[in-house]
């Protein structure tokens, strides 16, 4: 994978992880599940899914972009 | 019911758990100082030692904040949940982005520079004794919002605690009376520790809180129940309140805000290593999740439980009040008001900091000794605060209201910041353009009452808080990020610019 490709992935998935942080496809749902709303429930599941891609990217490519040389 | 008049007994116990809980972390914070002045995690003189449990914690303990345990809850309780959505976005998401970019960025640089703090890395850079003062300046004048939101928070937290029996000044004199008796006794050190520990207790105790609200209802489900007979609209996502445009000003103001209050920034600098920001950058969302949920949650169930909130005080406590023992009511205030005035503390120290290195020296006098240095931050601080108490008094809006207004401020430095990080062809001249700009927008938004102009037949506001919904923040956002590059792009650099400073890696 180019270095122009593998940016572009992180932006993308940078810029859908803070859109969809708001379950806008949810909008005016009031369906509930165990006692919780359902955008709730979308909320929980994206705050985790959140962390685990703020970890992958600690992992890689944090240096990368911030003009550190031992990378 | 909660006109109930005090039981009697009451009031002594719960002035004893809260003011015996702020004399406790007191003596933690004095503790604290004393074992660790070897170690030194002294942030106000940058060691740079900060662990990631304490940078982590210290930054959290800004989310512990009269916004999150009583503006937040009450917002919650009036208007439904999604403000639970507004801090996933905001906190869980675009700060930590921001924490990389900026915060990572600012660290390296801090490593290469010896810098200290924002203005000190700014006037650096641009060679500007003004800059750094402007920056300086700015940023102290939007502290005196929150720190008066925080003694605000604590009123009305005993007033509704004691059901009105203590009255509103009373509880935001305690609050301030603590704050400098902090500062004063503990001193410089031990605050980010007393942080961390109010931080994991608040974050164990507000659990307990749902714990034993929703035991008592018979559960999630039960409550949410509830609110579907009495208030069904607050299920569904979106309002004619929480609008998009809603949503989405405040989750960018409020998280470009952050970036800039001076104890986020500062702690910027200070962290012992990269794995320290790596590490608080993965558990952020995480920590955002196990915060807002419980507390925002309390604030909505309040509403299906039929609990009434008098006029002037937060619905946390009169819930808690309800629902669980005295004890345990006055325990959760009392850890909240601790945990408020250990924050308060952080950003009063920042800011003193920043006045001292970036005002007082630069311009006042640069041959300030240490001890009197010492003793001018706490004079400061105690001036900043009562200042702060005595405009508190005058309650110039609802908690989110105050909150919205100081973030909304420091969100207006955020964007020429970033610019000049990243960005080699910024000038002095478009920073300063970019800044003053910006503020200026801002403030005469905030201080000009609105009016409506006709023009050509149709009626448009001038000086209104927001637009269409949107708020006027984002547009001095982005006058500051035009005005930074336009007029960079438009002069030459001064001789005494150092473009070569905030590059990694450069000599």
């Given amino acids: 994978m180019t270095v122009r490709l593998r940016t572009l992935l992180w932006v993308v998935t940078f810029t859908v992880l803070v859109v969809f942080s708001v379950p806008w496809f949810l909008w005016g749902d009031s369906r509930t599940a165990a006692g919780l709303p359902l955008w709730l429930w979308w909320h929980i599941g994206w705050m985790g899914l959140a962390s685990t891609v703020f970890y992958l990217f600690t992992r890689t490519d944090w240096d990368r972009y911030m003009g550190v040389s031992d990378v | 019911m909660s006109e109930l008049p005090l039981q009697l007994g009451e009031l002594p116990l719960q002035l004893g758990i809260v003011v015996g809980y702020l004399l406790l972390a007191l003596v933690i914070g004095l503790v604290a100082y004393r074992v660790s002045t070897n170690v030194a995690e002294d942030y106000y003189l940058a060691n740079r030692s900060i662990g990631t449990l304490v940078l982590l914690f210290t930054t959290f303990a800004t989310l512990l904040s009269a916004f999150t345990f009583f503006g937040g809850p009450n917002l919650a309780y009036a208007q439904g949940p999604e403000w639970i959505l507004v801090m996933g976005v905001m906190d869980g998401v675009l700060f930590a982005i921001l924490w990389y970019l900026i915060g990572y960025k600012q660290w390296l640089i801090g490593q290469q520079e010896g810098y200290v703090t924002l203005s000190e ?95 008592a209802v018979g559960g999630a489900t039960e409550a949410t129940a509830a609110l579907q007979s009495t208030n069904p609209e607050f299920l569904s996502l979106g309002s004619s309140f929480y609008t998009p445009a809603y949503i989405i000003s405040t989750a960018v103001v409020i998280a470009f805000g952050v970036t800039m209050f001076p104890q986020i920034n500062q702690r910027f600098f200070v962290a012992g290593s990269d794995r320290v ?231």
């Fill in chain 2, 121 to 215: 890395m700014l006037g650096d850079r641009f060679g500007s004794t003004r800059l750094r003062g402007l920056v300086a300046g700015i940023s102290l004048f939007w502290l005196f919002p929150y720190v008066m939101l925080q003694q605000m928070g604590a009123g009305e937290a005993i007033t509704g605690l004691t059901r009105g029996a203590v009255p509103y000044w009373a509880g935001a004199a305690l609050i301030t009376a603590f704050m400098i008796l902090y500062v004063v006794i503990a001193g410089m050190r031990g605050v980010a520790w007393t942080d961390t520990i109010q931080g994991l207790f608040m974050l164990s105790v507000i659990w307990i809180a749902v714990a034993w609200v929703l035991s």
């Fill in chain 2, 277 to 507: 920001l790596k590490r608080s950058f993965v558990l952020w969302p995480v920590l955002v999740l196990l915060l807002f949920v419980p507390a925002f949650l309390l604030g909505t169930w309040a509403a299906g439980l039929g609990i009434t909130v008098p006029e002037g005080s937060n619905v946390l406590p009169v819930l808690l009040a309800e629902y669980t023992p005295v004890w345990f009511a006055a325990l959760v205030i009392a850890g909240a008001l601790a945990a408020m005035m250990s924050s308060s503390d952080s950003m009063l120290l920042s800011g003193s900091s920043y006045f001292i290195r970036d005002l007082y020296r630069p311009f006042i006098d640069p041959t300030l000794g240490e001890t009197r240095e010492a003793w001018l931050a706490r004079i400061g601080v105690a001036v900043f605060a009562t200042a702060t108490f005595v405009a508190s008094l005058s309650r110039p809006g609802t908690l989110i209201e105050v909150g919205n207004t100081a973030f909304g401020g420091f969100a207006q430095l955020t964007l020429p910041v970033m610019v000049a990080l990243y960005w080699r062809g910024t000038t002095r001249n478009g920073m300063l353009a970019g800044i003053a700009g910006s503020q200026l927008l801002y403030l005469t938004h905030v201080f000009i009452p609105p009016v409506t102009v006709d023009l050509a037949g149709r009626t448009i506001p001038l000086f209104a808080r927001s637009y269409g919904g949107w708020d006027v923040a984002l547009a001095g956002m982005a006058l500051g990020a035009l005005l930074t590059v336009g007029v960079s792009l438009l002069t030459t650099p001064a001789d005494e610019e150092d473009d070569s400073r905030l590059i990694v890696g450069a000599d």
